[in-house]
């Protein structure tokens, strides 16, 4: 949580401005609520030196900087003062060689400045020098790393003619994974996430990856960074904010405690999102709180109005947000016009819920116990978490949306299961160590808006983010709901076969309990798989092979003691290139085998 500068200021950031955000963020009690981080995104540099390699930071901007001696410029002033106000200090860089203001700021006052490899601000070559200068010596806490550099200075292209910037065969191809180098572009991150282990052996920082989920970041950016945006650069209008809610709301597995899917810095304080359009501007705040999305105000603070600061300053959403459990919310009712939001807090005896109208009418929503997987027929008692009103209703419970409106609530009832979880709803405690994929498929699912760069200029608005067929909460891979021979299941995960799922097992569960098959969805309808449980690292059960059409067969492993346990699909002949889709249904971990159907 924190205040980043670049949806307030793009490049025009300066030390005044930041330096007024962090006041606001402590004098309005913000960053008692934990928003502490303060991020200094695009435009801080002015070159880097040629004698040492020394990045150089634009002191016109930043006066506090201009320390001179023989390091020329420092941020340490800056850090100290953010770090004396209780605060921390983010800075931004870029994984190649030149940044996204380079390619696309062209216009700016404050692009770096000087020689072709002057203008060389970006990482390549200098990993271990430049993180060792902003961890060590300036003292910063938190690093976007942007990826431009690795997309955009194609050889023989304008911009590389224009600027005089030296090209780089493009890594990242944002019209085609194929056309992209997934290994490539990951072990460059990797190399920096190894610099920062050595710059701070505490592991007190935070490492945001910013490849706008190409590059299939949306798969491994857990095993690399704290946080990967998992979509294109939000811009202040409803259509964008669906678009990059829609990339990371369908991919709860893939985060949990100290890894989260980054929608983008919120937009809330301008144009759709502004204090004339409080209902969006709370629905993009509910919606990122619910998703475990970081939390980055990116307005001028200095002149916003109070209206703004109680959505962004909502305690109770934070509250959500921040739960130390980790669980990202799971959608467990999906269209295009309304859906249900459900996520698990703390021990799990509470949750929270959102609806949201995704569309410009009005929109009816029926909330049932069955969303909320508490028991029918016992009462559920709902706070709104915006107006504070409490509901109680049992069953089911018939609300209207207005149009774009998201109602909040923290849900307490009769859990279905007594004694334990369904892993559906504790996706925080489920790692995705192999989901499967045989190669990387462009998620389809995602709101299509109007580029807001290109507009109309094209035939139309594709898929772009890698991730489909990854392993789901309460849906199979491609989004059907789970069914094994007919049985429908509410409760489940979806993989696709050879995967391979990690659960921490926090609470000392006794057994893991699932019915499992071949899902009625599988475009593979010939492969037999098996299911296998093992815990840590032993086998404990596994169930026959079975195809397409074996009802749900019944798979009960005794867990006691193990500390993580491992749920493994394998195709039971090797050879078949299409996956088959696998359910685990009603998978969950109880405390004993008697209570649970
Ligand atoms: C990219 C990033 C943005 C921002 C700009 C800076 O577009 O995705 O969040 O950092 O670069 O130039």
Known sequence: MGWNSWNAFRTEVDEDKV?????????????????????????????????????????????SAATGGAAGTSFKPFTDKLHAMGLKAGLYTDIGRNACSQAYDLHSPNLPQGTTAEREVGLEGHVEQDINLYFKEWGFDYIKIDACGLADFVPGSKLVKDQDYRALAPLIDRSAINRTDIGAV?????????????????????????????????????????????????????TSMLHNFDSAAKRPLYAGPGHWNDPDILHIGHEEFDAEHLVEARSHFT????????????????????????????????????????????????????????????????????????????????????????????????????????????????????????LVFEATGKRQLENGFYLSEIPGAVNVAVDGTRQAELDPTIHRMIDPWSGTRS???????????????????????????????????????????????????????????????????????????????????????????????????????????????????????????ATWGDVRLVADTAASD
Not at 27 to 54: E, F, I, M, P, T
Not at 204 to 213: E, H, K, P, T
């Open 287 to 406: 919606l990122w709180a619910m998703i475990n999305a970081p939390l980055l105000v990116s307005y001028d603070l200095r002149n916003g109005p109070a209206s703004l600061l109680g959505v962004v300053g909502n305690a109770e959403l934070i509250r959500i947000n921040q739960d130390q459990s980790g669980h990202q919310g799971v959608v467990t009712y999906d269209s295009d016009d309304a859906q249900i939001i459900v996520k698990t807090l703390g021990d799990g005896s509470r949750k929270a819920v959102a609806l949201f109208n995704r569309s410009a009418s009005p929109a009816p929503v029926i909330l049932q116990a069955r969303h909320l997987k508490l028991a029918d027929g016992v009462a559920i008692v709902l706070k709104d978490l915006w107006s504070k009103k409490m509901l109680t209703f049992s069953g089911e419970h018939a609300f209207t949306l207005a149009p774009h409106e998201t």
């Open 19 to 63: 330096m007024g955000a962090a006041r606001v963020l402590v004098d309005s009690g913000l960053a008692k609520l934990g928003y502490n981080h303060v991020n200094v995104d695009d435009g801080w540099w002015l070159k880097r030196r040629q004698s040492d390699g020394r990045l150089q930071i634009r002191t016109g901007i930043f006066p």
């Open 459 to 581: 035939s139309g608005s594709r898929a772009q983010y890698a991730g489909w067929g990854g392993a789901q909460a309460d849906a199979t891979p491609y989004g059907q709901t789970l069914q094994i021979a007919g049985q429908a299941f509410d409760s489940g995960i979806g993989v696709l076969s050879n995967s391979r799922l990690q659960v921490i097992n926090a609470s000392a569960h006794a057994w893991l309990m699932a019915a499992v098959g071949v899902d009625d969805s599988s475009a593979n309808t010939g492969q037999a798989v098996r299911f296998y449980v093992y815990g840590d690292g032993r086998l404990l059960a596994e169930s026959s092979p079975v195809t397409l059409g074996s009802k749900a067969t019944p798979i009960t492993a005794n867990i006691k003691g193990s500390k993580i346990v491992e749920l493994v699909v394998r195709d039971a002949k090797s050879g078949t290139t299409l996956p088959v889709v």
């Open 186 to 238: 990951r072990s460059r991150y990797e190399a920096v996430s190894t610099a920062l282990k050595a710059a701070r052996p505490n592991n007190d920082y935070i490492l945001s990856i910013c490849a706008w989920g190409m590059a299939n970041v949306r798969s491994w950016g857990k095993d690399v960074g704290n946080s990967w945006r998992t979509s294109s650069d939000i811009t202040p209008s409803w």
